[in-house]
């Protein structure tokens, strides 16, 4: 492949705008590799953690111990953390079954969850919690923003727990930052402590020096195939927060009579560990990539959110395009970008939990990791793409030199 000057020039001048932008996101990454390899030294991790295990797995200290690892980075008082979680909608699932009890509401308070929720929470029945009797119902962003009155007046009896969702999801919308999630969490809980506040922190970790559980969040929920696997871990969800509420959850997780006392794996924990190590740079490089294509893109006159420059609240790049076809090559040039796959044409499809039809690139080496670069779009008006991750920035940034000639080749 042999880029043109024009493309080159492009990607010079946009890095040079984000010389300072990039210090602040280096800056953060060093905080966060220092909180992640002290919880490292005080857990005396070693050799003998990362051993397979077999059979019930009593006493799996390599179990045990990522799960210590975790709550100790994302201040939790306990972490679930394991390779039997498939997804992050399991680990929501899990999470949300282990809480919420017949007759309770779960009030979500930034909108839609996530569209695999849909089904979890109001499905008809499917075993969704509305089977269960579980009440739902939900507020809408105001500007982007949690609307903190609405949600205290929407309060009652019954609601038992809040959701929130820190990622934009599908949506055009910027992710929640920490600071509105500690906001809205105090205010919440200067009136209404018992109230579980959950946060779906997929996408968000390690993007602040704090995670929701370190300004008040009771639980926090994410997959290990996104930020915090670092690229390495190979499957796996994570649930980490207080200890009442990660003891009921274990009880969904397993069995009430042995919760986390039990659960093997034959392939061994080391790429958990190496996961959770390399997390704060592998998220780092994804967001220096996302700036950079936000910044390219921006310069060529499409809107793009974040604004370039401006401090990510997750690493999902959202592009607007104006046609359906720039949509689709742009997701056809990250494919013919990726180290794996790069023969394979994406076409959109039917897939199942979309409302529309959905194109995906993936060319990774864990299946479907969105901590590897990776763009996707539902196929509807406005065309908008979703770019995320990335485990080196210079891969993004050639991914990002494939999709401008691409774009350019077919302008006037
Ligand atoms: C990816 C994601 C999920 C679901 O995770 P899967 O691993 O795809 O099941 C839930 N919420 C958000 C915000 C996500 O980005």
Known sequence: MNFSDNTQ???TNAQRKLVEAFEKVDEIATFNQLKVLEAFQFNNVGQRHFAQTNGYGYDDIGRDTLCN????????????VSPL???????????LYGILRPGNEMLAITGSP??????????????????????????QLNDGKIDINKVLNSINKDTKLIFIGR??????????SIKDIAEAVKA????????????????????????????GADI???SLIKNPGGGIAPTGGYICGKSHYIDKIASRVTSPSIGMEVGSYAYGYKDFYQGIFLAPHTVAQAIKGSMLVGQVYSDLGFETMPLPGEKCGDIIRSIKFDTQEQLIDFCRAIQEASPIDSNVVPFPWDMPGYEHQVIMAA???????????????PIKEPYIAYMQGGLTYEHVKIACMYCIEKLLSKKD
């Open 188 to 215: 919440i809980k200067q009136s209404h402590n018992d109230i579980c506040i959950m946060v779906d922190n997929c996408y968000g970790e390690f993007i602040e020096k704090l995670e929701p559980t370190q300004v």
């Open 114 to 139: 996530y569209d695999t929720l849909k089904e979890v929470i109001v499905g008809e029945g499917n075993g969704s919690l509305k089977d269960f009797g579980v009440k739902y119902s939900q507020i």
């Open 220 to 222: 926090i929920v994410g």
């Open 167 to 176: 990622s934009r999801g599908y949506e055009w919308r910027n992710a929640l």
């Open 69 to 80: 690892l975790f709550a100790q980075i994302f201040g939790g008082e306990k972490a679930i």
């Open 9 to 11: 020039n492009i990607i």
């Open 85 to 95: 979680i498939v997804s992050g909608t399991h680990a929501l699932t899990l999470a």
């Open 363 to 377: 060319g990774t080496f864990v299946a479907g990791a969105s901590i590897e670069l990776s763009a996707d779009s």
